[in-house]
């Protein structure tokens, strides 16, 4: 991920071209999208009005992707996500998806940097991830009981030889690749 604290300041003009402040170029959604996927944070705001359009633009290049088949978010968060606008949870949403990438992002992290031999601790991430969205969908009624899985008892946490890990990760592969089968 990029150091770069400041965001890249993209400007929108009335004619709806998006332009590069850094570079002093046109841009297209494609290369804000490249832009965030390379770590950059993007602030897009109209020239004339000087109004932020970074969440309308953000949202346009997810729905593109989805419209494209590249389906990330289930229908189901997505009908919570309609029905969120509608109710008194509002306000409990967007502090609990930023929380839930958060843990995400931060999993991925630790999962790439133990992918050099096994990965340790992959089941403690796992049981916090969880607890935590139990946590922030208990009473939550129909939204809660969608968005997250059923949580287990976290297994105690004790030390165990890479080979263990090992089996344990090819344990659960096999479990999951069975449950597949038995979707289709």
Known sequence: MADIKEPLLIKRYASRRLYNTE?????????????IRGGREVQIVDLKSGDDLTRQYLLQIIAEHESRGENVLPLNVLNDLVRSYTTDVTSAVPQFLAQSFEMFRDGQEKM????????????????????????????????????????????PERS??????????????AELQDKLSKLK
Do not use: C, H, N
């Not at 570079?23 to 832009?35: A, C, H, Q, R």
């Not at 991430?125 to 287990?152: D, I, Y």
């Open 160 to 173: 165990r030889s890479d080979g263990d890990d090992l089996d344990t990760i090819k344990k659960q592969l």
């Open 112 to 155: 790439m940097q133990g992918l050099g031999g096994s990965i340790p601790g992959l089941g403690a991430v796992q049981a916090q991830q969880e607890a935590f969205m139990k946590a922030m969908t208990g009473g939550l009624g129909s939204l809660g009981t969608s968005w997250a899985t059923p949580a287990k008892e976290p297994e």
């Open 23 to 35: 570079t002093s170029d046109y841009v297209t959604l494609g290369d804000i999208s490249e832009f």
